[in-house]
């Protein structure tokens, strides 16, 4: 896994992580919960034109994305495989707004990315887009009802701290609500990040390896979680994975080698 935002321009991935978590209407103007049956319809929710990413300086530079193409629906369940270094995160760090790419152009939940400044796409992410990575990034002086409330209360929602006891206590933490993230274990703050992501509902979540830190009893809980929230609000799943069982629950499977996709399910 690679962090978005180092080598292409200054990032900063706490305030990111937490902008991400916000909350605002979705796309479609309805809310995912405002989805009856989470059927997914002919939105296309991500919509990418021969992206292509290349990082580092001359004589340095490596070509990491080389021209991807992909639409993917609102609805869907698309796992994202590949050998390590073959471009994964660095795509779903292009999906997501976290980067930008060097060439081609890319629209995702009504956002054409390019259009927008980093402040402007910061905004407009909220609630629509959520982010699961490997690094969790919480706030070191918020417990863990705040990392997931505050992100909430600032972009205006309501009842951003009862929704977060919610969450919290969805991915087994009610009873670490006042915990600070130095108090919690590496699979705890995993799972303070995956409330985070979740509780504003977002239209469409990324999620990097979301369990890979988990053993597999929790880390098996979290993905009937994130399973759920698809079937049950429409939410749009995109997930990095190198677990064979759950790319197989994925509705589709994308593979990707050498900056390119190599195969896709859904294109035969
Ligand atoms: N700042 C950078 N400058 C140059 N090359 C980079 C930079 N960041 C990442 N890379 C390279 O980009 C390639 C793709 O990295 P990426 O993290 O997207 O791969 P990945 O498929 O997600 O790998 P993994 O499964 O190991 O997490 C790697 O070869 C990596 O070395």
Do not use: W
């Not at 409330?195 to 929790?218: H, I, M, S, V």
Request: hydrophobic share 40%.
């Amino acid at each position: 896994m690679r962090q978005p935002g180092i080598g292409q321009r200054p990032s900063s991935p706490c305030i990111r992580a937490i902008v991400t978590a916000s909350a605002s209407p979705s796309p479609t103007g309805t809310s995912p919960d405002d989805r009856p049956d989470g059927s997914s319809g002919d939105t296309i929710v991500i919509d990418a034109r021969n992206l292509t990413l290349a990082l580092g300086r001359p004589p340095a530079r490596t070509q990491i994305l080389r021209g991807i193409d992909l639409t993917v629906r609102q609805g869907e369940s698309v796992a994202l495989l590949g050998p390590s270094g073959s471009g994964k995160s660095s795509l779903m760090a292009l999906l997501s707004g976290m980067e930008r790419p060097t060439g081609g152009s890319v629209s995702v939940a009504g956002l054409e990315f390019d259009r927008l400044s980093e402040d402007q796409l910061a905004i407009a992410r909220r609630g629509r887009i959520g982010i699961i990575l490997q690094a969790f990034h919480l706030l070191p002086t918020m417990t863990a009802l705040e990392n997931v409330a505050v992100p909430m209360e600032l972009a205006g929602m309501a009842k951003p701290f009862a929704r977060a006891e919610e969450e919290l206590t969805a991915v087994g933490l009610g009873h670490r609500l006042t915990h600070y993230p130095s108090q919690l274990s590496g699979g705890e703050q995993q799972r303070v990040a995956i409330a985070r992501a979740l509780a504003p509902r977002p239209a469409l979540l990324f999620a990097d390896e979301p369990t890979g830190n988990l053993d597999g009893a929790t880390g098996a809980a979290i993905m009937d979680l994130l399973f759920a929230r698809h079937a049950a609000a429409g939410t749009t799943l995109f997930v990095i994975t190198h677990d064979p069982a759950l790319a197989a629950r994925c509705g589709r499977v994308i593979a990707l080698a050498d900056g390119r996709i190599v195969s896709d399910n859904a294109a035969a």
